[in-house]
């Protein structure tokens, strides 16, 4: 369980994930799981569809992109 504000927690999780392309190995990091599980119960506690990826996007304080643009712009993330 974390112990900082859910803002901070928003800011943490944005900031990884713009990570992953250059370091894949977060994807598989506890901390990371962990981290979007409690977000993604936030974000539902508060109505948001997590599987809507514009919803929560927004949620989190991303700019919001169409999935056509989302997919145009998504690259494979290999494993090192």
Known sequence: ????????????????????SRLPELMD????????ST???????????VSDHGAWDAWLGNDVAACSVRNAKRAVIKPR
């Open 1 to 20: 369980m974390l112990v900082c504000p859910p803002s901070e927690q928003k800011i943490i999780y944005r900031a990884l994930h713009h990570q992953l």
């Open 29 to 36: 990091t506890q901390f990371l799981y962990e981290l979007q």
């Open 39 to 49: 977000l993604q119960k936030q974000a539902q506690a508060e109505g948001v569809d």
